[in-house]
Every structure is written in structure tokens, then in C-alpha cells.
């Protein structure tokens, strides 16, 4: 990401204060924004008939992007969970990608059309394929934790859910393994406030997520989940921290989910207006953007160039995407089975 720059009305302090560089604060604001046209997209073909399901994460794309800029990238494993477009955007994976796996044709990275929508998956990014069953990803991020301590290898594993996740045994039972062998992996929920339909206060009997740590004796923050700035902040020093030995850590980001649970859900049913209304006042993407505008890290004119181009680049996919070919018959198994020789 590159763009004209013009004269800057703050001090190079300023940039300092953020402990980010100006290219990453571009780069926090250009796969927000991808993440977020893009489901934008997404959404409009489903409405089309052209796309059969969608599961989007719009609302959570700061605290997607802020904790995926706070890995090494190629290094450190990602499991991530459904809602995660933001997520791959940042470790590598481009607009037409993403809306291949949208449209399950052969050439999805993720699982060449066989996986369903936002299940994502890619070996050389070092993203583990999920299941549909939620929060097995946590186990799966614990084993990769506990390989890599046996093998001495100084990776870290990010693993995240939903907050309707932690309710689920596998939650717990990573949190517990991973504690007492003092594993490299962080638990990041991104807690939106809806468990399909559920509220926090019918999920959980804590006000918290990241109360749970106490039972298993490991660290945890809670961070603003539509401030992408304070989640890199408080997931990068928990990231080092595991790598150096100090093992796992559970961050609770707290977000909303700005949309309905699916393209099949009615939120209406069960979310009261007025309360998402006051939440879309916090929109991360207009958030950062008004944050980085104000202290003059970015003038109007960058910040609109990055739109045009992601307004391009999310045209430009869709259209390539939809010209792609299916899945042919005869290949349903590959990548399934073994092939013995």
C-alpha cells in the first residue's frame, strides 16, 4: 500500500505516540475497509442469487485486524473462526481469494469450493482449516502450541472465537491444557454481544470472558473491540510475551456485530433498534478514521484514495470471481482422501 503523501500538520511524535509506524496505520485502515467492502459485496450477491450464504464480520474489523497485525506473519499460526475475513486479508490472502471462497469455485485456497463459505484455511499462510462445529479451533491451536514447544520452535498460535463459544467444553479444555504446559497460544474472543440470538447476560453467568482465566491460572486483558489501535497494543505485548515462554493469555476484545448473525438470520426479532443504533455510532472504520484525521497523521485526501482503490479492487473480484470455473464432479475427493499410489 502506497499513496501520495501530503504535508503533515503533526510532529513525527505524534505517529510515536501510537507505537505504530505510518505504514502500519495505512495498512490497519486499508484491510478494515477491504474486510468490510467486501462483505459488503458479499451480501449483495447473496441478495442477487448469486452467493447461497454469508457470514460476515462486519462491526468486528478492528479487533480482527489489530490482533493479525500483531503476529509474525508467515511464522505464526492463525485458527481462526468464521467471522475472520479481516483476519486472512492482513496474513496475505487478496480480494479475488476471498470471493472464490465466497462462491466455492475450484480455485478457493481455502478448500477448492469443497469447505462452505468463511471457512478458511491455507497451508503456506499458516491458517488452519475449521470446522463448522464451533470452537474446536481451540484445541486444534493447542496442539500446534504444544508441538512447538516440544520442537523449541519460538512460534506463537492465535486462535479466536466468538464469546457464544466459550461456552462450549473445547474452550475450557484448551484454556486447561494450555495453561499447565505453559503454551505459546493466545485465546482472542471476539465478544459482538449475540450468540446468534442469545445476549451475554443468557450465555454466561460472568460479566466477562476474560474473567474465566482465573479458573486456569493464566493472564487475560479485556480491550475496546472497535478501537483497532488499542487491540494491536494490548495483542502484540501478550504475543511477545508468549514467545519468550511466558505462556498463554485470553483477550477479551468486546465489539458488536453490526449486521444480522447470517444472511438467513432476522436480528430484528431479538435486537432492539435503538441499541444497535447507538452502536453504529461507533463504527470502527469511521472511528479510525476520524482518530487518525484529527491528530493529523493522515490527510482527507490519503484516507479517499485508499477508498477508491478498495472500491476497485472489491469491483474488480467480484467480477473475476464469478467468471471462474466450478468444481468438477469427478474431483468431489481430492483433498479429501489419501491417494495411495
Not at 505504530?20 to 484491510?31: A, G, R
Not at 491458517?127 to 520452535?153: C, E, N, P, W, Y
Not at 449475540?194 to 450465555?203: F, Q, R, V
Not at 484516507?303 to 477508491?308: A, G, S
Request: hydrophobic letters at 35%.
Amino acid at each position: 500500500m502506497t499513496a501520495t503523501r501530503t504535508r503533515r500538520t503533526r510532529s513525527r511524535e505524534t505517529i510515536e505516540d501510537y507505537l505504530l509506524s505510518e505504514q502500519q496505520l495505512e495498512d490497519m485502515y486499508y484491510h478494515m475497509l477491504l474486510a468490510r467492502r467486501l462483505n459488503e459485496r458479499m451480501l449483495a450477491l447473496n441478495r442477487q442469487g448469486r452467493a447461497p450464504f454469508v457470514i460476515a464480520g462486519a462491526g468486528q474489523e478492528a479487533a480482527q485486524v489489530g490482533a493479525a497485525m500483531a503476529l509474525k506473519k508467515g511464522e505464526d499460526y492463525v485458527a481462526p473462526y468464521y467471522r475472520d475475513l479481516g483476519v486472512n486479508l492482513v496474513l496475505g490472502m487478496t480480494a479475488r481469494e476471498a470471493m472464490l471462497n465466497l462462491l466455492g469455485k475450484r480455485d478457493d485456497p481455502n478448500s477448492h469450493g469443497k469447505q462452505m463459505p468463511s471457512h478458511w484455511g491455507n497451508v503456506s499462510r499458516r491458517i488452519v482449516t475449521q470446522s463448522s462445529v464451533v470452537t474446536t479451533q481451540f484445541l486444534h491451536a493447542t496442539g500446534i502450541g504444544l508441538a512447538a514447544k516440544l520442537r523449541k520452535d519460538p512460534i506463537v498460535v492465535l486462535t479466536s472465537c466468538g464469546e457464544g463459544s466459550t461456552s462450549k467444553g473445547d474452550f475450557h479444555e484448551a484454556l486447561n491444557f494450555s495453561a499447565i504446559h505453559k503454551l505459546p497460544v493466545i485465546f482472542f474472543v471476539e465478544n459482538n454481544g449475540y450468540a446468534i440470538t442469545e445476549s451475554n447476560e443468557k450465555e454466561m453467568p460472568v460479566p466477562n470472558v476474560a474473567d474465566r482465566a482465573r479458573g486456569y491460572g493464566i493472564q487475560s486483558a479485556m480491550v475496546d473491540g472497535m478501537d483497532c489501535i488499542a487491540v494491536y497494543q494490548t495483542v502484540r505485548p501478550a504475543v511477545d510475551q508468549a514467545r519468550r515462554g511466558g505462556g498463554p493469555f485470553l483477550i477479551e476484545a468486546k465489539c458488536y456485530r453490526l449486521w444480522p448473525h447470517s444472511s438467513d438470520d432476522d436480528d430484528s426479532r431479538y435486537r432492539p433498534k435503538k441499541e444497535l443504533e447507538e452502536w453504529i455510532k461507533k463504527d470502527p472504520l469511521t472511528l479510525f478514521r476520524s482518530r487518525v484525521e484529527d491528530d493529523g497523521i493522515f490527510p482527507r485526501e490519503d484516507l479517499d484514495e485508499i477508498e477508491k482503490r478498495v472500491e476497485e479492487e472489491v469491483r474488480d473480484a467480484a467480477q473475476w470471481a464469478m467468471m471462474q470455473p466450478d468444481p468438477l464432479p469427478e474431483d468431489a475427493l481430492t483433498y479429501v482422501y489419501r491417494e495411495l499410489s
